[in-house]
């Protein structure tokens, strides 16, 4: 354990509030009683993910919050939400105030396909349709023409599920939500009648998970449509297939392949899920609108390492659409004086442990965990191990007194250094009173949760003379 000059404890200082952020806290403080934790967020809401990517419509997902409250509510924890890391506190003032600094902030942007057009007027990352409906501060004015009726959507991951979903939810099942009442309102006036999710390989690589597939073929205004001959396996699928003992993938084939099989209904929009096709433009009119995709049909075929890639036929096809969400994966945003891996989009680290890029040793006091650790994939589950293994190692190495060697450790130093920059931080306790108007105006309204949709609006419920709900 360091020595330090008025505590006898770890400060640690983690920036993010998301899943990793608060798993990591926890079993920090869990671990050693001496240890105390300030996390810091952009926002003046923690939760990251949890509350502005789960989707809307999946509430119970969205419980994993109680337990992150006990954290919260801690002796030895402070939460400081709206401030922002690299401009309100920089790394340089986390090493006079903290032994430690753990980065959990998430992967922000979104990949990208590098095709042309993608730029289109009317061609989005879903990242920002998930963050719109989800009422983020910084998209609550994003625009997206739902006055289309048809809508592509690449790839076949979860987020596009989600995306899918969303665009074919009725009124009563929007108002279930927590969704913000401009996108209910934009959503139940939708023209979206025909949404295409689009798979560049087959159903045996289909990276969406078999409940998430449930929901779409039990859509109350929706039929599923899958072509039963893009549901068939190829022959290199059969063959990995017969070898493989994941048992929920041979589900979700089997699944797949009974939803082809079955005949439409009458339900007033039709969610198509393709495979085997893959966009190779997104083509536009004169104005640089969005008006159609152009998809070459796939086979698969092996590299050296085993794994199935696509080939083109040769063959091509054009859907008619004039708006397009890009949901092809998440990518982490470098942080100022923080090495990064370009290529992986991730910070440079080794189970955790930020490395120096020069010598590929690890940085003194220095650690990350979650998406910008590991890239954006799993659960908000899976992130728990993933920030045991960097809290462990981050309390190893204070034992071995490898940290940063802090000099302004007082409790109330680092409260006077934002109040010095003219920074209105928000503490735990100030959440909890926007989380009660929250849940207070959804109950006014018959829903689960008003969420505030501008950082503007929460300062004024926290400081104004009256607390109107939002
Ligand atoms: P993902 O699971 O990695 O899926 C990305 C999809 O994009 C894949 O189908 C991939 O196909 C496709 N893709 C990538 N590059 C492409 C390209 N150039 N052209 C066409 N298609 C392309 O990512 P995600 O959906 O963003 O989800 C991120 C993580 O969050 C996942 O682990 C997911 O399970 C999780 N999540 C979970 C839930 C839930 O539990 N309900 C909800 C949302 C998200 P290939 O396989 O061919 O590369």
């Avoid at 095709?115 to 998930?130: M, N």
């Avoid at 205004?221 to 990995?240: G, Q, T």
């Avoid at 910070?347 to 120096?356: E, K, P, Q, S, T």
């Amino acid at each position: 354990m360091p020595a330090s000059n008025t505590n006898d404890g770890l400060r640690v200082a983690i920036i993010g509030a998301g899943p990793a952020a608060f798993y990591a806290a926890d079993h920090l403080l869990k671990s050693n009683e001496g240890v105390t934790v300030d996390m810091f967020d952009r926002l003046p809401t923690p939760y990251g993910l949890v509350r502005a990517g789960v989707a809307p419509d999946h509430q119970k997902i969205k419980s994993v919050t109680k337990a992150f409250a006990l954290t919260g509510n801690d002796a030895r924890f402070r939460f400081f939400g709206n401030v922002e890391f690299g401009r309100d506190v920089t790394l340089e003032d986390i090493g006079e105030h903290y032994h430690q600094v753990l980065f959990a902030t998430g992967a922000q942007s979104d990949r990208k396909m590098g095709i042309p057009g993608e730029d289109l007027c009317g061609s989005h990352p879903a990242t920002e349709f998930v963050a719109w409906y989800n009422g983020h501060p910084d998209f609550r004015d994003s625009h997206f023409d739902l006055s289309q009726e048809t809508v592509v959507i690449v790839g076949v991951g979860n987020v596009a599920v989600d995306v899918a979903r969303i665009l074919c939810l009725s009124r009563a099942e929007l108002e279930a939500t927590d969704m913000p009442t401009y996108a209910v309102e934009a959503l139940s006036n939708s023209q979206v009648t025909s949404v295409y999710l689009v798979g560049r390989r087959g159903p045996a690589q289909a990276a969406f998970t078999t409940p998430e597939l449930k929901e779409l073929d039990e859509m109350e205004e929706a039929d599923l449509m899958i072509l039963p001959a893009e549901a068939e396996l190829d022959p290199l699928s059969v063959e990995d297939m017969a070898k493989s003992t994941d048992r929920l993938l041979v589900r979700k084939v089997e699944m797949i392949q009974a939803a082809a099989a079955k005949p439409a209904t009458d339900k007033p929009k039709k969610l198509y899920l393709r495979f085997f096709v893959g966009p190779t433009e997104i083509n536009g009119d004169q104005h640089g609108q969005v008006r159609s995709v152009t998809l070459a049909h796939n086979v698969l075929q092996r590299t050296e390492t085993g794994t199935l890639v696509t080939k083109a036929t040769g063959t091509t096809e054009t859907i008619e659409a004039g708006l397009v969400f890009r949901s092809v994966g998440y990518r982490g945003v470098p942080l100022p004086g923080v090495p990064f891996n370009e290529r992986q989009g991730v910070i440079l680290n080794a189970a955790g442990r930020v490395l120096d890029p020069k010598t590929e040793q690890p940085l003194p006091g220095v650690y990350t965990s979650g998406w910008i650790k590991r890239g954006p994939s799993g659960v908000i589950g899976t992130n728990k191990p993933d920030s045991v293994e960097t809290a462990n190692n981050m309390l190893e190495d204070a034992a071995a007194e490898r940290t940063f060697t802090p000099s302004k450790l007082e409790m109330g130093a680092i409260p006077a250094l934002l109040a010095s920059r003219g920074v209105r931080s928000v503490s735990f306790d100030e959440w909890q009173r926007l989380d009660a108007l929250e849940l207070a105006g959804g109950a006014a309204k018959g829903r689960p949760r008003a969420k505030f949709t501008s950082i503007g609006e929460m300062l004024a419920a926290l400081d104004g003379d009256a607390t109107p709900l939002p």
